[in-house]
C-alpha cells in the first residue's frame, strides 16, 4: 500500500471491511462489464457501449439527439463517441444529420436497420441482465443497490459550469 501523501495531514485509510466493499465493487464491475460485452459481441456483434447508445437514441423523440447529449447519455467523451457513431454508420445502424440552427452541430440518428438490430439483441440482453444481476439479488438487495448507486452517482456529477466531465472532453 503506498502511504506517500501530498497533504501534511495523513489520509483517511480504508479499514478492513471498506477495502473488502470496495474490492468486491471493483470485482464485480470489472466481470459485469466483460460479461455484457461478450453476450453483446456473440449476439448482435456489437460491444456494451453501442448498445447503450442504440438504446438511448431508440427512446429519444425522432430517434434522434444531438452528439452532445448523447455522449453526455452515455457518459463517454465527444471522441469516443464520434469513433463509436462512426462504426454504427458503417453497419447502418446510425446515420448522422447536421443541425439546421447550429453549423457545428449533429444528431445521431437511429436507422431503420439499427432498430431491427436493437428489437432483436433485446431479449438477450436483458436475460444476461437478470441472470447476473437480478435473479441473484432479494428485492430488498436490489433497492438497497440501486439507492447506494444512485448517492454515488449523484455525489460524482458536479453541475456547476466547467466540470471535468467526460462529455465535456
Same mark, same amino acid.
Given at each position: 500500500?503506498?502511504?506517500?501523501?501530498? %497533504?501534511?495531514?495523513?489520509?483517511?485509510?480504508?479499514?478492513?471491511?471498506?477495502?473488502?466493499?470496495?474490492?468486491?465493487?471493483?470485482?464485480?464491475?470489472?466481470?459485469?462489464?466483460?460479461?455484457?460485452?461478450?453476450?453483446?459481441?456473440?449476439?448482435?456483434?456489437?460491444?456494451?457501449?453501442?448498445?447503450?447508445?442504440?438504446?438511448?437514441?431508440?427512446?429519444?423523440?425522432?430517434?434522434?439527439?444531438?452528439?452532445?447529449?448523447?455522449?453526455? =447519455?452515455?457518459?463517454?467523451?465527444?471522441?469516443?463517441? %464520434? =469513433?463509436?457513431?462512426?462504426?454504427?454508420?458503417?453497419?447502418?445502424?446510425?446515420?448522422?444529420?447536421?443541425?439546421?440552427?447550429?453549423?457545428?452541430?449533429?444528431?445521431?440518428?437511429?436507422?431503420?436497420?439499427?432498430?431491427?438490430?436493437?428489437?432483436?439483441?433485446?431479449?438477450? =440482453?436483458?436475460?444476461?441482465?437478470?441472470?447476473?444481476?437480478?435473479?441473484?439479488?432479494?428485492?430488498?438487495?436490489?433497492?438497497?443497490?440501486?439507492?447506494?448507486?444512485?448517492?454515488?452517482?449523484?455525489?460524482?456529477?458536479?453541475?456547476?459550469?466547467?466540470?471535468?466531465?467526460?462529455?465535456?472532453?
Amino acid at each position: 500500500m503506498n502511504r506517500a501523501s501530498t %497533504s501534511e495531514e495523513e489520509p483517511r485509510w480504508l479499514t478492513e471491511e471498506e477495502q473488502r466493499v470496495w474490492r468486491s465493487y471493483v470485482h464485480a464491475a470489472t466481470l459485469l462489464e466483460d460479461h455484457m460485452d461478450r453476450q453483446l459481441q456473440r449476439d448482435a456483434g456489437m460491444p456494451h457501449v453501442y448498445y447503450g447508445l442504440l438504446v438511448r437514441l431508440s427512446e429519444s423523440p425522432q430517434r434522434r439527439l444531438r452528439m452532445t447529449e448523447l455522449a453526455m =447519455h452515455a457518459k463517454i467523451t465527444r471522441s469516443r463517441l %464520434s =469513433h463509436a457513431i462512426a462504426r454504427l454508420e458503417k453497419n447502418s445502424w446510425v446515420r448522422r444529420e447536421d443541425c439546421p440552427d447550429d453549423k457545428r452541430g449533429q444528431f445521431a440518428v437511429l436507422t431503420e436497420q439499427g432498430t431491427e438490430v436493437l428489437r432483436r439483441a433485446a431479449p438477450g =440482453h436483458v436475460t444476461a441482465v437478470r441472470n447476473a444481476v437480478f435473479d441473484r439479488l432479494t428485492p430488498e438487495q436490489q433497492k438497497a443497490l440501486g439507492e447506494a448507486m444512485q448517492i454515488i452517482a449523484e455525489g460524482l456529477q458536479p453541475n456547476e459550469a466547467g466540470a471535468d466531465l467526460p462529455w465535456l472532453r
